[in-house]
Protein backbone atom coordinates (compact mmCIF):
# COMPACT_ATOMS: atom_id res chain seq x y z
CA UNK A 1 0.00 0.00 0.00
CA UNK A 2 1.49 3.30 -0.73
CA UNK A 3 0.87 6.56 1.48
CA UNK A 4 -0.60 9.12 -0.10
CA UNK A 5 -0.67 12.22 2.15
CA UNK A 6 -3.68 13.70 0.44
CA UNK A 7 -6.13 10.97 0.81
CA UNK A 8 -4.85 11.09 4.61
CA UNK A 9 -5.42 14.84 4.97
CA UNK A 10 -8.88 14.40 3.31
CA UNK A 11 -10.04 11.01 5.22
CA UNK A 12 -8.35 11.44 8.56
CA UNK A 13 -6.71 15.61 8.89
CA UNK A 14 -3.61 16.31 10.11
CA UNK A 15 -1.35 15.46 13.11
CA UNK A 16 -1.14 11.67 14.71
CA UNK A 17 -4.61 10.45 13.33
CA UNK A 18 -3.37 8.91 10.22
CA UNK A 19 -1.71 6.48 12.39
CA UNK A 20 -5.09 4.96 13.43
CA UNK A 21 -5.23 3.85 10.09
CA UNK A 22 -1.45 2.91 8.94
CA UNK A 23 -0.29 1.24 12.27
CA UNK A 24 2.62 -0.21 10.43
CA UNK A 25 4.32 2.92 10.18
CA UNK A 26 6.21 4.77 13.13
CA UNK A 27 7.11 8.38 13.82
CA UNK A 28 10.95 9.30 14.76
CA UNK A 29 10.32 7.78 18.21
CA UNK A 30 8.68 5.01 17.70
CA UNK A 31 11.33 3.88 15.46
CA UNK A 32 13.95 4.77 17.86
CA UNK A 33 11.98 2.50 20.65
CA UNK A 34 11.53 -0.23 18.12
CA UNK A 35 15.49 -0.72 17.66
CA UNK A 36 16.42 0.65 21.27
CA UNK A 37 18.12 3.71 19.79
CA UNK A 38 17.82 7.18 20.14
CA UNK A 39 15.91 9.61 17.71
CA UNK A 40 19.54 11.40 17.33
CA UNK A 41 20.98 8.09 15.71
CA UNK A 42 17.85 7.08 13.80
CA UNK A 43 18.28 10.90 12.08
CA UNK A 44 22.40 9.74 11.50
CA UNK A 45 21.15 5.87 9.88
CA UNK A 46 18.47 7.93 7.94
CA UNK A 47 21.22 10.79 6.46
CA UNK A 48 23.85 7.41 5.95
CA UNK A 49 21.29 6.54 3.88
CA UNK A 50 20.87 3.48 6.13
CA UNK A 51 17.54 3.20 6.92
CA UNK A 52 14.70 3.80 4.37
CA UNK A 53 11.64 6.48 5.43
CA UNK A 54 8.63 7.99 3.91
CA UNK A 55 8.06 12.05 4.77
CA UNK A 56 4.50 12.72 5.65
CA UNK A 57 3.94 16.74 6.24
CA UNK A 58 6.64 17.93 8.36
CA UNK A 59 7.79 14.00 9.97
CA UNK A 60 9.97 11.43 9.14
CA UNK A 61 7.89 7.97 8.98
CA UNK A 62 9.22 4.58 9.03
CA UNK A 63 7.50 1.07 8.14
CA UNK A 64 8.02 -1.59 10.72
CA UNK A 65 9.87 -3.95 8.26
CA UNK A 66 11.97 -1.53 7.02
CA UNK A 67 13.12 -1.02 10.45
CA UNK A 68 13.73 -4.90 11.16
CA UNK A 69 15.40 -5.33 7.41
CA UNK A 70 17.90 -2.40 8.98
CA UNK A 71 18.70 -4.38 11.96
CA UNK A 72 19.39 -7.51 10.02
CA UNK A 73 21.55 -5.71 7.27
CA UNK A 74 23.41 -3.92 10.18
CA UNK A 75 23.96 -6.86 12.39
CA UNK A 76 27.51 -7.14 13.24
CA UNK A 77 28.45 -3.74 12.88
CA UNK A 78 29.32 -1.58 15.63
CA UNK A 79 26.48 1.59 15.41
CA UNK A 80 27.95 3.11 18.67
CA UNK A 81 28.59 6.64 17.62
CA UNK A 82 28.75 8.93 14.21
CA UNK A 83 31.98 8.26 13.15
CA UNK A 84 31.64 3.93 13.56
CA UNK A 85 28.21 4.53 11.41
CA UNK A 86 29.79 6.16 8.41
CA UNK A 87 33.16 3.50 8.95
CA UNK A 88 30.64 0.89 8.56
CA UNK A 89 28.88 2.40 5.89
CA UNK A 90 32.18 2.88 3.89
CA UNK A 91 33.38 -0.63 4.87
CA UNK A 92 29.59 -1.75 4.10
CA UNK A 93 30.20 -0.29 0.24
CA UNK A 94 34.02 -0.66 -0.21
CA UNK A 95 32.57 -5.03 0.60
CA UNK A 96 30.15 -4.60 -1.76
CA UNK A 97 32.75 -3.22 -4.30
CA UNK A 98 34.59 -5.84 -4.39
CA UNK A 99 32.56 -8.90 -3.75
CA UNK A 100 32.86 -9.59 -0.17
Same mark, same amino acid.
Given at each position: ?????????????????? @????????????????????? @???????????? @?????????????????????????????????????????????????
Amino acid at each position: MILNSEEIKHDQGTGEDW @KKNFPEYLNKKEAAAYICSTV @KKIALFRKEGML @KFSKLWNEYIYKKYRLDDFMEQWAGYDLSNPEKIRAAVRLKEWKKRHGN
